[in-house]
């Protein structure tokens, strides 16, 4: 029996799922009239300026809370929403650099309500990353912690993720943390920067998405737990979207940040720049950061290679042209140098990633009657990644022994790499009374390039490449292009919040010159010959979800969703030869398959919420099934090189099962104090194997509090003390044909302080694994030699001071 028998039969098979899923979308479209009869909405323009000043603030965030309904301000710091529910709504009016303004508005139907809000103008003290999980309706979360995850101190911004229940990293090196959400990794969570998708260069994702920006360089992460960011671009299983800071600097000329902190045990040293400013119609912003670190000890007192260095430069510029119409122009370089990776079997010379991005909106101030134009948006986009590993600092840098016992002569080894990723999307946002639709299209084209150098030095100093090496193609030039076309569709039924979204994408892939050992493998892994003619794949992928909140009481609402998304394979899947994989804990190589199909998700949701003046709860579960899954199995085929394992695997499609669970809730019993908790719970079946999925992580809960001082004196004006406890459970339930181990379980406690003075100077302590604990991720890889798992750090004490100016 399925592990999903707590669900409806009819949710398994993908093609009973696709007729649920149609039915659901022409349901909510067209709607059971004597439901709806006399059901309006009404709409809400509110004008924001500064309170010390009286000008119009533009690019302030106006959101009716807790639904999709949201807008920013005009250079005349006039923002329109349309297509609110009629009622008391909460109104909410963000803009970094001013205090948050909260108020509870009533909307009438078929009427304009206006309202003016005056922002008070706040410091610009150590404003972090806040991260935000969005709901099936991709709401924000009202339980969010945001103070708490911003003040985390991370390397690299996927270790603020970490703080999200259901989501986890993948620690490989000191930094190139990749996500894990809810089981799901890879390009099975769509990384965005901004509205650009970005992809890792290294073919064992030595680097994630995320890697490539700087945390310094983000203002706030959203990730989205399922398949509901259709509209964000292809294949989304899951999506994270960081935002970058400077979008809408307040009305100064400069204003920003000055932040460095070092960091004991890892050695880690940060430097970072920002600022930002205003003049007339043109907005501008700049960042700049360097990071360092080294060998690391772990509670044990077990050395880890953790050496790196990054430094950045980002800068972004913005015009308003008219009262409707902004130009954004934005782009960064980054260079990261010398990164020690205990968990691979090489090391990384060099990542040096330049992007580019072009956005261009237009957001009329007024609309008509009828179906109205309330928005455009249209993006192009760049990236461009080098790469370059070796195996200097390995063993296999100096002489040894093969397996089968025979000396053997220093390996000079290397992967290089170009990653080449062109895109642009386009969309146009329309309005018609209780109807709000999103219609558009986007391109996705992608060139990847991997060769793997691989020569012997003999006794006389020369360099000889061995005759068993057949290849040093990684993958042959491999061209995917991605086409979609999307339609959302919300609709307000009273004070129920609909929606549905459909999408439709083309993929084209192809690989130039494939080498013979190449095609003689995949005839191998196939069964019948294999010509370069079959490497060109192309795939038409069909993708929807419906989604609804409803607010039960003014205190608690319930959120819904149920999607279903496909994913086409990616090049590492496809025309890969003989190189370990990421998906696996195992040195074993790998052989693509050029004749997988799409991986399909299809996943529900319910969600429930609470909150009030002094708390927060958050509660969510889900259940998804992978059809068409990409796992392995063994293959006839030879290894490439003699150090490797004897079983060379191949990708293959095949069948999985998850479920979960999330809960997040905070109280604060009197003014001063906050008291948290956090869980999750996930399982995960790799049907094909007939074991555990890859990548599950074990149960674990967190609770903590914070005692903030309430003082607002010349010198001091804010400190505070936060403390809490991660209890993580022991993981059995392991891939072991991929190389997965039982992970005992471990408690963590962490501590941090931070006082602001002056006005401007925040200064901040944190102790990271206070007892100094010996513990292990489950996601981590091992040590490819040694077989050990790479551990978390010992104890760290992180000191860290921001001027804001």
């Not at 509870?104 to 972090?128: F, H, K, M, N, Q």
């Not at 950045?312 to 782009?331: C, K, M």
């Not at 709860?617 to 899954?629: I, K, V």
């Not at 109280?667 to 869980?679: F, M, Y």
């Amino acid at each position: 029996m399925s592990a999903l028998h707590f669900l409806p039969n009819v949710l398994q098979p993908p093609h009973r799922l696709r007729i649920i899923v149609v039915t659901a979308l022409l349901s909510l479209l067209f709607a059971t009239p004597a439901f709806v009869a006399g059901q309006s909405s009404g709409t809400l323009v509110a004008t924001v300026t500064d309170a010390s000043t009286n000008e119009p603030l533009t690019g302030v965030n106006v959101i009716v809370d807790r639904s999709t309904r949201g807008a920013a301000t005009n250079p005349e710091g006039v923002a329109r929403l349309t297509g609110i529910a009629p009622g008391t709504r909460t109104i909410v009016i963000r803009y970094i650099g001013y205090d948050t303004d909260r108020r509870d508005v009533t909307i009438t139907a078929g009427e304009t309500t206006r309202i003016a809000v005056s922002l008070t103008p706040t410091t610009l003290g150590l404003d972090g990353v806040e991260v935000s999980a969005l709901s099936p309706g991709l709401n924000p979360s009202a339980g969010i912690d945001a103070a708490r995850v911003r003040e985390i101190e991370a390397d690299d911004a996927g270790q603020y993720l970490r703080s999200v229940p259901g989501i986890n990293v993948i620690r490989r090196g000191p930094i190139g943390f990749d996500p894990n959400v809810r089981g799901l990794t890879e390009t099975s969570v769509g990384v965005y920067l901004g509205g650009m998708r970005t992809f890792p260069a290294g073919p064992l994702r030595m680097d994630s998405p995320l890697s490539h920006v700087d945390p310094s360089s983000i203002a706030s992460i959203e990730v989205v737990k399922g398949p509901y960011a259709l509209t964000w671009g292809p294949g989304n299983m899951s999506a994270i979207r960081a935002i970058p800071r400077g979008d809408s600097p307040p009305p100064t000329p400069i204003t920003g940040t000055v932040r460095t902190g070092y960091d004991t045990n890892t050695e880690s040293v940060e430097t970072t720049a920002f600022a930002m400013g205003r003049q007339g119609r043109v907005f501008y912003s700049a960042n700049g950061a360097w990071r360092t670190g080294s060998d690391y000890e772990t509670g044990a007192g077990r050395t880890i290679d953790g050496d790196f260095t990054s430094g950045e430069a980002r800068g972004h510029i913005g015009v308003h042209l008219t009262s409707s119409t902004t130009l954004e122009v934005r782009g960064g370089y980054q260079e990261q140098l010398d990164i020690e990776y205990p968990g691979r079997l090489l090391n990384a010379d060099f990542f040096r990633t330049g992007m580019g991005q072009i956005d261009l909106s237009y957001a009329p101030g007024t609309t008509g009657d009828g179906v109205s134009l309330t928005g455009v948006e249209v993006q192009v986009h760049a990236q461009q990644t080098l790469h370059e590993m070796t195996n200097e600092g390995k063993p296999t840098f100096d002489a040894g022994q093969f397996p089968n016992g025979n000396p053997r002569p220093p390996l000079r080894i290397g992967v290089n790499t170009e990653l080449r990723n062109l895109g642009a999307r386009a969309s146009a946002s329309l309005a018609s009374g209780a109807w709000s639709f999103e219609v558009g299209a986007d391109l996705l084209s992608t060139l990847r390039d991997a060769r793997r150098p691989f020569e012997a030095v003999m006794p006389n100093g020369m360099r000889m490449t061995p005759p068993f090496y057949a290849s040093d193609r990684v993958w042959p030039d491999v061209h995917m292009v991605h086409q979609g076309a999307f339609l959302n569709v919300q609709r307000s039924l009273g004070v129920v919040e609909m929606a549905a979204t459909g999408r439709l994408d083309l993929v084209q892939s192809d690989a130039e010159e494939p080498s013979d050992a190449f095609l003689t493998n995949a005839s191998t892994v196939r069964g019948s010959n294999v010509t370069e003619a079959d490497l060109d794949r192309s795939y038409t992928m069909g993708s929807g979800a419906v989604t609804a909140s409803v607010p039960l009481t003014g205190t608690w609402s319930v959120s819904a969703g149920l999607g279903s998304v496909a994913r086409s394979p990616q090049a590492l899947e496809l025309y890969s030869d003989r190189i370990p994989a990421s998906r696996s804990q195992t040195t074993a190589e790998f052989q693509g398959n050029p004749f997988l199909e799409p991986e399909r998700g299809t996943q529900a949701d319910v969600w429930v919420e609470g909150y009030a003046s002094t708390w927060t709860f958050r509660a969510s579960t889900f259940a998804r099934r992978l059809d068409n899954y990409v796992t392995l199995e063994a293959t006839d085929v030879d290894p490439l090189l003699p150090l490797s394992p004897s079983t060379v695997f191949g990708y293959v499609n095949g069948e999985a099962t998850y479920y979960g669970a999330e809960v997040q809730g905070s109280i604060r019993p009197v003014e001063d104090i906050e008291v948290r908790a956090s869980g999750s719970y996930l399982w995960g079946e790799d049907e094909t194997l007939n074991e555990p999925a890859l990548g599950v992580s074990p149960a674990s809960a967190s609770v903590g509090a914070r005692w903030t001082l309430p003082v607002d004196g010349a010198t001091v004006q804010r400190f505070y003390v936060d403390g809490s406890v991660t209890a993580t459970l022991e993981q059995d339930r392991v891939a072991t044909r991929r190389g997965e181990r039982v992970t005992p379980g471990y408690t963590v406690v962490d501590f941090q302080t931070g006082v602001r003075i002056l006005r401007r100077v925040d200064l901040r302590v944190t102790a990271e694994n206070v007892f100094d604990v010996n513990y292990t991720n489950h996601l981590s890889a091992s040590n490819p030699f040694s077989g050990a798992r790479i551990a978390e750090p010992g104890r760290v004490i992180a000191f860290t001071a921001a001027i804001g100016f």
